[in-house]
């Protein structure tokens, strides 16, 4: 069973960047599809990017434009790179593999 491990995560104000990364315990080459979720305090866990395994790309329409994710099967990791970033980006963001397998989640918190 593959384990994921995200990192990259911090405070950062309104209009800065982060890039989180999610790194595998484990070859990702076997799972067609990782994505990145966030959940806000006091609110559900939603859907924010995912990759096939040959680069197919898909966003939510709140981060279009403004985050972009990338996957490297030889170093069995996922990237999230998001710029612009708004308040209401604040979440908690998990990596998650179409296996079924999450990751604990890294805090991305920004200041207005």
């Known amino acids: 069973q593959v384990q994921l491990v995200e990192s990259g995560g911090g405070l950062v104000q309104a209009g800065g960047s982060l890039r989180l990364s999610c790194a595998a315990r484990?070859?990702?080459?076997?799972?067609?599809?990782m994505g990145w979720y966030r959940q806000a305090p006091g609110k559900q866990r939603e859907w924010v990017a995912s990759?096939?395994?040959?680069?197919?790309?898909g966003y939510a329409d709140s981060v279009k434009g403004r985050f972009t994710i990338s996957r490297d099967n030889v170093k069995n990791t996922v990237y999230l790179q998001m710029n612009s970033l708004k308040p209401e980006d604040t979440a908690v963001y998990y990596c998650?593999?179409?296996?079924?397998?999450w990751g604990q989640g890294t805090q991305v918190t920004v200041s207005s």
């Open positions: 998650k593999g179409s296996t079924g397998v």
């Open positions: 990759i096939s395994r040959d680069g197919i790309t």
């Open positions: 484990g070859s990702i080459f076997s799972i067609n599809i």
